[in-house]
T-cell receptor, first 117, second 109 residues
Framework: GAVVSQHPSWVICKSGTSVKIECRSL??????MFWYRQFPKQSLMLMAT?????????EQGVEKDKFLINHASLTLSTLTVTSAHPEDSSFYIC?????????????FGPGTRLTVT | DAKTTQPTSMDCAEGRAANLPCNHS???????VYWYRQIHSQGPQYIIH???NNETNEMASLIITEDRKSSTLILPHATLRDTAVYYC??????????FGTGTSLTVIP
């Protein structure tokens, strides 16, 4: 099956610094990738949709200048949390949708746990 | 995409069938029903999806009512490893997945 990886799996950073999270589709090309955020005991919240080679589309209430998304290739999307604060501590999950006619299928990464101190 | 309603939590005895219900009374004709699950601190895992007909795969069965306003995910022989949060999502093909609160299933030894 299709595999999506994330790096790092966990990261601790100091308040005010920036953190980059990578999402890779390992065995398929993904024209579209999605970024989610999940706080403890809550459901996944869609943050943004990124299409390869174009600007990401952010969900209402998500600050695009704080959460920078780059989808420069068909296998890699990155999420940069800029000027991180403790309230940004969360579980960040990406997913990817393939280029074939399998629009049904969306594959999720294992998640990245961010802790801002 | 249509909204879904699921019970907050359920228990199931190990080895028994787990039946997880989902209401999606505002579903439209072209919207699919998807089920994903999330084991603690992992990314969601695809289980099954369907449009009108009942579906079965190696993981589960999906029963969709004739009016498509509700569905049931069946795990035929629940194991402890099936303890997870199960999400029922309704969406048009190609649209994003918006997750609801899901059902927290606990399989009891």
């Amino acid at each position: 099956g299709a595999v999506v990886s994330q790096h790092p799996s966990w990261v601790i950073c100091k308040s005010g610094t920036s953190v980059k999270i990578e999402c890779r589709s390992l065995d398929f090309q993904a024209t579209t990738m999605f970024w989610y955020r999940q706080f403890p005991k809550q459901s996944l919240m869609l943050m943004a949709t990124s299409n390869e080679g174009s600007k990401a589309t952010y969900e209402q209430g998500v600050e695009k200048d704080k959460f920078l998304i780059n989808h420069a290739s068909l296998t890699l999307s990155t999420l940069t949390v800029t000027s991180a604060h403790p309230e940004d501590s969360s579980f960040y999950i990406c997913s990817a949708r393939g280029t074939s006619g399998r629009a049904h299928e969306q594959y999720f990464g294992p998640g990245t746990r961010l802790t801002v101190t | 995409d249509a909204k879904t309603t699921q019970p907050t939590s359920m228990d199931c005895a190990e080895g028994r069938a787990a039946n997880l219900p989902c209401n999606h009374s505002t579903i439209s004709g072209n919207e699919y029903v998807y089920w994903y699950r999330q084991i603690h601190s992992q990314g969601p895992q695809y289980i099954i999806h369907g449009l009108k007909n009942n579906e079965t795969n190696e993981m589960a069965s999906l029963i969709i009512t004739e009016d498509r306003k509700s569905s049931t995910l069946i795990l035929p022989h629940a194991t402890l490893r099936d303890t997870a949060v199960y999400y029922c999502i309704v969406r048009y093909t190609g649209n994003q997945f918006y997750f609801g609160t899901g059902t927290s299933l606990t399989v009891i030894p």
